[in-house]
C-alpha cells in the first residue's frame, strides 16, 4: 500500500542533506516501532519540485513525496500520525493524504526511480559501492530483495531483475546522510517474475537502506 503526501511549503530552505529530517519525521508520525535497525519492508520517495539555492533546497509550490510498505498496517499508523501532527521540518506541512491501493503490475516489468539505488557490499576487507553499470550489480539486487522476500515466506523461481540498459538518463548520485556520503544509482529497472513479487519490490523498494531514503519505485 502507498500514500502520497502533498505538502505545503513556508519557502524556508530545506538542506540538501536532509534526508535524516525525513527519516525522522516518518518515525514520529509511527511512534513507538521496531522497524528502525530491522530489515526494512517499506521506502519512502525524496521530495519534489525543489529549486536549487547557494544553501539547499526552496519549494516555492510546495512538494509532495510517497511512502509505501509491504504491512498495510504499517500504512495506517502513519496516516493517524500525520492526522496527530502534519508537521515536518524547516516549515514542512502535510495538507493532503492520498491512498493508493495495491497496483496490478501483471503486465508491467520497467519501473522509475523515485528515490536512487543504493547497491553495498563488503568485498574482502572492505566496503564497496556498487553501480548500475557494474556487472555485480543486477545480483545484488536480486540477492538483496529475495532476503526481504524471505522475511514474509515468498518464493519465486520465475524472478529476475536488472538495471534498464537502454535509460537514457542513467547515473549516479551523491547522497550524504548524518556526514557519510553515499553514491546511489539513478536508472530505471526491469523486473520480471510473478505480479506479487514486482508488487513486493514496489513496496519494499529496492537495494540497500530503503528504510533511511533509498531505492523507492514507481
Same mark, same amino acid.
Given at each position: @500500500? ?12 530545506? &538542506?540538501?542533506? =536532509? ?12 511512534? =513507538?516501532?521496531?522497524?528502525?535497525? $530491522? ?22 509550490? !510546495? ?10 498496517? @504499517? ?11 502534519? *508537521? ?9 493524504? %492520498? ?7 501483471? #503486465? ?14 563488503? %568485498? ?5 559501492? %556498487? ?7 543486477? !545480483?545484488?539486487?536480486? $540477492?538483496?530483495?529475495?532476503? +526481504? @522476500?524471505?522475511?514474509?515466506? @515468498? ?13 537514457? #538518463? ?5 547522497? *550524504? ?7 546511489? #544509482? ?8 510473478? &505480479? ?10 529496492? !537495494?540497500?537502506? *530503503? !528504510? ?5 519505485? +514507481?
Amino acid at each position: @500500500m502507498r500514500i502520497h503526501l502533498k505538502i505545503n511549503s513556508s519557502n524556508q530552505i530545506i &538542506p540538501f542533506d =536532509h534526508q535524516p529530517l525525513l527519516v525522522g519525521t516518518i518515525h514520529k508520525w509511527l511512534g =513507538h516501532n521496531d522497524v528502525h535497525g $530491522e530489515v526494512a519492508l517499506f521506502s519512502f520517495s525524496r521530495l519534489e519540485k525543489g529549486k536549487n539555492q547557494e544553501d539547499g533546497l526552496k519549494f516555492t509550490q !510546495g512538494t509532495s513525496f510517497f511512502i509505501s510498505a509491504y504491512d498495510a498496517s @504499517m500504512i495506517k499508523k502513519l496516516v493517524s500520525g500525520i492526522q496527530r501532527d502534519p *508537521t515536518m521540518f524547516c516549515g514542512l506541512t502535510v495538507m493532503e493524504i %492520498i491512498i493508493e491501493e495495491d497496483p496490478n503490475l501483471t #503486465n508491467r516489468e520497467l519501473f522509475y526511480i523515485a528515490s536512487p539505488i543504493f547497491i553495498s557490499r563488503r %568485498i574482502g576487507d572492505k566496503i564497496e559501492q %556498487i553501480f548500475f553499470d557494474d556487472s555485480r550489480a543486477s !545480483g545484488f539486487l536480486k $540477492e538483496t530483495l529475495e532476503t +526481504k @522476500m524471505g522475511k514474509v515466506g @515468498m518464493y519465486d523461481d520465475s524472478f529476475e531483475i536488472h538495471f534498464d540498459f537502454n535509460c537514457p #538518463n542513467a547515473g549516479t548520485k551523491m547522497i *550524504t546522510y548524518k556526514g557519510i556520503k553515499n553514491k546511489a #544509482n539513478w536508472c530505471s529497472v526491469i523486473i520480471k517474475g510473478k &505480479p506479487e513479487t514486482k508488487l513486493f519490490a514496489w513496496n519494499v523498494g529496492l !537495494g540497500n537502506s *530503503t !528504510g533511511i531514503g533509498f531505492g523507492a519505485i +514507481k
